[in-house]
């Protein structure tokens, strides 16, 4: 069965840093033929974008709040996204997802993402 699962959530202080990762698994479940990307969600809050990376790896965009500070990467031979985060805030504090995309387009649109993982707490204490 296909699915994605995120790790490296935690407690952190403000100013630290996290590698988030996202393992994709299943049969024919490849992260190498669609656009990647990860979102947040915010207690009370919409999920947002937060970045994504084409197929290839060639091109990356950021939402402008977590530009300069995180980084999207992907290991294609183990099938695993990650997202490096640095200089941590407090407004940081969500649960972050990785979403597998339907097209090969970079796109920051939820309706664009068809799979899923369950998310991996990220908390940033002041």
């Known amino acids: 069965q296909a699915q994605l699962v995120e790790s490296g959530g935690g407690l952190v202080q403000a100013g630290g840093s996290l590698r988030l990762s996202c393992a994709a698994s299943?049969?024919?479940?490849?992260?190498?033929?669609?656009?990647m990307a990860w979102f947040r969600q915010a207690p009370g809050k919409e999920r947002e974008f937060v970045a994504v990376?084409?197929?290839?790896?060639?091109?990356?965009y950021y939402a402008d709040s977590v530009k300069g500070r995180f980084t999207i990467s992907k290991d294609n031979a183990k099938n695993t996204l990650y997202l490096q985060m640095n200089s941590l805030k407090p407004e940081d504090t969500a649960l972050y997802y990785c979403?597998?995309?339907?097209?090969?387009?970079?796109?920051?649109?939820?309706?664009?993402?068809?799979?899923w993982g369950q998310g991996t707490q990220v908390i940033v204490s002041s």
């Open positions: 990376i084409s197929r290839r790896g060639t091109n990356t």
């Open positions: 299943g049969r024919t479940f490849s992260i190498d033929t669609m656009a």
């Open positions: 979403a597998k995309a339907i097209s090969q387009r970079v796109t920051t649109f939820e309706s664009d993402y068809a799979n």
